[in-house]
């Protein structure tokens, strides 16, 4: 069966850090364009970085939200996606997800079909 296992998700003072694991089973990671994404309830699904597979241009894209804070990469002898989030705020409260699709152009959820079941990320002093 196809799937995601994420893990690294859990409580964290502001200005902590915290790096999330995605661990592939059943296809290989470096094959699909892969993401990360959160949720708080009551939103849309945000696209937090997203990076191309390897037969493609291996573009990688960071949201606003990301930018500068998050960075994504992947271990393809794990076969395991990471992000690696960084001077995290309380308005990063949300669960966080990774999804691999085809291809991305704009990181949208939309874009992809595997879905890992998210991870909880609470910031708060």
């Known amino acids: 069966q196809d799937q995601f296992v994420e893990s690294g998700g859990g409580l964290v003072q502001p200005g902590g850090s915290l790096k999330l694991s995605c661990e592939a089973s059943g296809f290989i990671l470096d094959h699909y364009a892969v993401g990360w994404f959160r949720q708080v309830p009551g939103k849309e699904r945000e696209g937090l970085s997203c990076i191309g597979s390897s037969d493609s241009d291996g573009r990688t894209f960071y949201s606003d939200s990301a930018k500068g804070r998050f960075t994504i990469s992947k271990d393809k002898h794990r076969n395991t996606l990471y992000l690696q989030m960084n001077s995290l705020k309380p308005e990063d409260t949300a669960v966080y997800s990774c999804?691999?699709?085809?291809?991305?152009?704009?990181?949208?959820?939309?874009?992809?079909?595997?879905w890992g079941q998210g991870t909880q990320v609470t910031v708060s002093s």
């Open positions: 999804g691999a699709g085809a291809f991305f152009k704009d990181c949208s959820p939309v874009e992809f079909f595997y």
